[in-house]
């Protein structure tokens, strides 16, 4: 079956250390995206990649670095400067940048980060 | 900046009774928009509504759009302890050269407590 895998589900670090989330899709989606989701706030945009090797910043990008060599792969790193990194992170995909009709974005079941 | 406010942030029905929930929108260039629903890790995408879809319904589910007000609704009927989630709502822009860019700027979501 098509879909996004995200990994670790779990992820506990110390501060200043830097951390990789993975994210995988099977849909040959073009686009990818990185959404962080804080109590209270909604999910918020971080990075997003329209084509492999081309990304752009979302809203809340400082503190964060992403690369996409693979169609399929996003991998997310929260740097050590980022001050706020606990989070729920969640990645989707989807058809990018799409002339005619729509398609929803296809989320997958995050990774939860734990800095102390 | 685009911007989506949700309300009511959190609601607790008992099974059986009808809810509401609302979603109002700024955005520049309004292409979609999207309501999803969140039990615990991944959103699932429920409806997308545009200026030629302005309606959808599914089962129990349904959502209108007032492009008039910039705003929407979802209305759950007859609820069951399966529709406790965090319900988000979300908007697309249309993008360069009238293209839609999945972009999308969600609200905070409404959390719904469906009691037995």
Redesign the interface.
């Known amino acids: 079956d098509g879909g ?1 895998t995200q990994s670790p589900k779990y992820l506990f670090r110390k501060e200043g250390q830097n951390v990789t989330l993975s994210c995988e899709q099977n849909l040959n989606h073009d ?1 990818m ?1 990185w ?1 962080r989701q804080d109590p ?6 971080i990075y ?1 990649s ?1 084509i492999v090797n081309d990304f752009q910043k ?1 809203d809340i990008a400082e503190g964060y670095s992403v690369s996409r060599e693979k169609k399929e792969s996003f991998p997310l790193t929260v740097t050590s400067a980022q001050k706020n990194p606990t989070a729920f992170y ?1 990645c989707a995909s ?6 005619f009709g ?1 398609s ?7 990774t939860r980060l734990t800095v102390t | 900046e685009d911007k989506v406010v949700q309300s009511p942030l959190s609601l607790v029905v008992h099974e059986g009774d009808t809810v509401t929930l609302n979603c109002s929108y700024e955005v520049t260039n309004f292409r979609s928009l999207l309501w999803y629903k969140q039990e615990k890790k991944a959103p699932t995408f429920l409806f997308m509504l545009t200026s030629s879809g302005i309606e959808k319904k599914s089962g129990r589910l349904s959502s209108i759009l007032d492009k008039k007000e910039l705003s929407s609704i979802l209305n759950i009927t007859a609820t069951q302890t399966g529709d406790s989630a965090i319900y988000l709502c979300a908007v697309e822009p249309f993008g360069i050269g009238g293209f839609g860019n999945e972009k999308l700027t969600f609200g905070t979501g409404t959390r719904l407590t469906i009691i037995p």
């Open positions: 996004i686009a995206y959404y209270g706030q909604g999910l918020r945009l997003y329209q979302g969640l989807g058809q990018g940048l799409i002339a729509h929803p974005l296809h989320f997958g079941n995050g």
